[in-house]
Structures are given as C-alpha cells and as structure tokens.
C-alpha cells in the first residue's frame, strides 16, 4: 500500500535546487509522486515501502547535496 512522508530539506537556494531535488526523487523506482517546495523547504513523497525504503530516499537527497530529515 502506497504510503507518504515529509521532510524538511535545508541547502536548495534557487528554482532548479528544488526542481533538481523533485525529479531525482521522482526517478527511484517504487515513488508514486513527489513535491518539493523551495519557499517552506518541505518535500512531500508518496511512494510504496515494499519497494522503497525512507532511509534510501533520504539517501538520494543527501547525495545531490542538500541537508534532509524527517518530519513526523
Ligand atoms: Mo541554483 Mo541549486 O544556481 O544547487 S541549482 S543554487
């Protein structure tokens, strides 16, 4: 079942920082949809945790560059 999570991500400082960030999110394989908003510094992601884990989307962010966490 398709589940959905939020983050807070800290580091993008212009458009394509958050565009960047919603198409490599986008691109993993098991997310269904992903919104990253560049003004609250929040990304939405709705993905299916049998295929894909929090941690690894985490991950993901990192690698481009950007500080991320959780928000619960
Ligand atoms: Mo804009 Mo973001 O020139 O890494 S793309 S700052």
Do not use: H, W
């Not at 997310?31 to 295929?51: F, G, H, M």
């Amino acid at each position: 079942k398709e589940k959905e999570v939020t983050f807070s991500i800290s580091g993008m400082t212009c458009a394509a920082c958050s565009t960047r960030v919603e198409k490599g999110i986008k691109r993993i394989d098991g997310v269904a949809d992903a919104n990253v908003n560049l003004t609250t510094e929040r990304a939405s992601v709705k993905y299916d945790p049998e295929e894909v884990s929090v941690d690894q989307l985490t991950k993901k962010v990192e690698g481009l560059g950007y500080q991320v966490r959780e928000l619960k």
